[in-house]
């Protein structure tokens, strides 16, 4: 075997890898899921407004989504292994940062460098699991890691509620600690270190203008939701986007070793998973934004039983995993991701019956199709899109992945955050200087009403994209049985 030759893999150590990976995964949802349920504490605590607080999620998309295809890359070049480590190193070092932080402003200055280390973490996990396991049972090991996203979801809002109730906003972070010094050891011990192939070089033109890109984007969007989005400072952020984002693409174009293979957006069916992902994630970022408000300053509820009600969708994406990935595995991707997709827009339907008087049952009930949508969705679609990269791309494919994740929830934030304040603000005949959360329980929910209306469409044009993408996959399968039929 010369030096160029993939190392052979050894997959009898699979599932060792996939449990201490799924260590690094969990940290990452537990924390996520954690936060969110500490929004309106962190209004009160640090007497501030919403559009402050969202910081403190979006500052840490920000990172994920302009550093994800960077470190994707960076590990093709120097190994999985070194990379993921590190990250859930920095990722716990960031997370007693946070816990220590006295304002708003370095809790956010914090969540940035958990950023960091959450996005070597996050861009490498399903690049690692997909190199571990044979082909035939990829959706079989995608859709578990989909499951042990779940249980770091659900364990979040639990122990999240639990704690702010009985403790401090503060230890929402101390929680991650014993976490990461676990999955540190178990990724050292457990998961082998692949050396890729020599001679590569880092895209730095190409990593620089994707980030700027990204950066210009992201910013524009979260200072146009409390600005206006025709505001002379977004529009020359959108402008400025939209120049660099090109420029990157001209780069990647010409460059001998390009962060990004362009050869792999020819492929229809790629551009169609990512766009599908993209609408979904994007449209699901309405509910993990808004959905703690409403059972908070709607139903009333105390932060540790608003807690418990978020658990009803990841609870059942942690059961419909790993079935649906296990099918794809049988039946094919993609009829199994488009009956997900039309799982969420039903799902999505819904929550737009949410009012101020909805119980707890009706509740649940409202959000068991999302779950089972998510469920059947997303272990097909991941299994899908990293099966079309080669062994030696995988980790910049996952970041693909991984960014389609970050960028649709951070554009959901900011556009869905912006429909329902300005909507709540309508219903409510008032603006108030505090936030929409501030507005009379009825135009809160009016809002998310009218919001979620939104979702439904954009959920429906990712549902037809999906369909489209059927059609043609059996379409082609047609042509090819002809094909061979003829010879």
């Known amino acids: 075997m010369n030096s160029t030759d993939p190392q052979p893999i050894d997959y009898n150590r699979k599932w060792l890898v996939l449990a201490s990976v799924g260590m690094g995964i969990f940290l990452g949802t537990i924390d ?18 919403f559009a402050i607080v969202q910081w ?11 550093l994800m295809l960077s470190m994707g890359r960076l590990a093709d070049m120097f190994g999985k292994k070194p990379i993921y480590t590190l990250g859930i190193v920095l990722f716990t070092i960031g997370s007693l940062l946070c816990g220590l932080s006295p304002s708003i402003y370095l809790l956010i200055a914090a969540r940035v460098f958990q950023g960091i280390g959450a996005t070597m973490v996050t861009s490498l996990g399903m690049a690692i699991i997909t190199e571990s396991f044979p082909g035939k049972e990829r959706g079989m090991a995608l859709g578990i890691n989909s499951a042990i996203v ?12 639990f704690i702010i109730q009985n403790l401090s906003w503060h230890w929402i972070f101390f929680v991650n600690l014993p976490v990461g010094v676990a999955g540190t050891f178990m990724v050292l011990r457990f998961v082998p270190n692949y050396k890729p192939q020599g001679g590569q070089k880092f895209d730095y033109p190409g990593s620089v203008t994707l980030f700027i890109g990204l950066l210009s984007l992201l910013i524009g969007l979260t200072i146009g939701q409390d600005r206006g989005f025709l505001e002379p400072v977004v529009l020359i952020l959108f402008l400025n986007s939209i120049l660099f984002s090109a420029i990157f693409i001209y780069i990647e174009l010409h460059s001998p070793q390009p962060l990004i293979e362009m050869e792999y957006f020819k492929s229809r069916s790629l551009r169609i998973n990512l766009m599908t992902r993209l609408l979904s994630f994007l ?4 509910a993990t934004l808004l ?6 300053n709607v139903l009333g509820y105390n932060p540790q039983k608003a807690g418990l009600m978020l658990l009803v969708t990841p ?4 059961i419909v995993a790993p079935i649906s990935g296990t099918l794809s595995d049988r039946f094919g991707t993609r009829t199994i991701s488009v009956i997900g997709l039309g799982m969420l827009v039903f799902g999505a339907y819904c929550i737009t019956t949410l009012n101020a008087s909805t119980t707890a049952i009706g509740y649940l009930l409202r959000f068991i199709p999302i779950g089972i949508g998510s469920g059947m969705f997303q272990s097909p679609n991941n299994s899908a899109i990293m099966g079309t990269a080669a062994r030696e791309r995988l980790g910049i494919m996952s970041g693909i992945v991984s960014i389609s994740r970050t960028l649709g929830q951070t554009i959901g934030i900011a556009l869905l955050g912006a429909v329902w304040a300005s909507r709540t603000f309508s219903h409510a005949g008032k603006i108030f200087a505090e936030g929409a959360t501030q507005a009379p ?17 954009l959920l429906l044009l990712g549902f037809a994209l999906g369909v489209w993408g059927l059609v043609d996959e059996k379409h082609n399968e047609i042509v090819v049985s002809t094909q061979v039929a003829g010879k």
């Open 283 to 286: 449209s699901l970022a309405g």
């Open 32 to 49: 996520s899921s954690i936060v969110n349920i500490a929004l309106p504490t962190m209004v009160n605590y640090f007497k501030t407004d």
């Open 441 to 457: 329980a009825l135009a809160q929910v009016a809002g998310q009403q009218d919001t979620f209306r939104g979702v439904i469409f």
């Open 150 to 161: 779940s249980v770091g979801i659900v364990l979040g809002p639990t122990l999240g509620g």
């Open 315 to 318: 609870i059942t994406v942690g």
């Open 291 to 296: 959905m703690p408000f409403y059972l908070e």
């Open 56 to 66: 403190v999620v979006l500052a840490y998309l920000l990172t994920l989504t302009t």
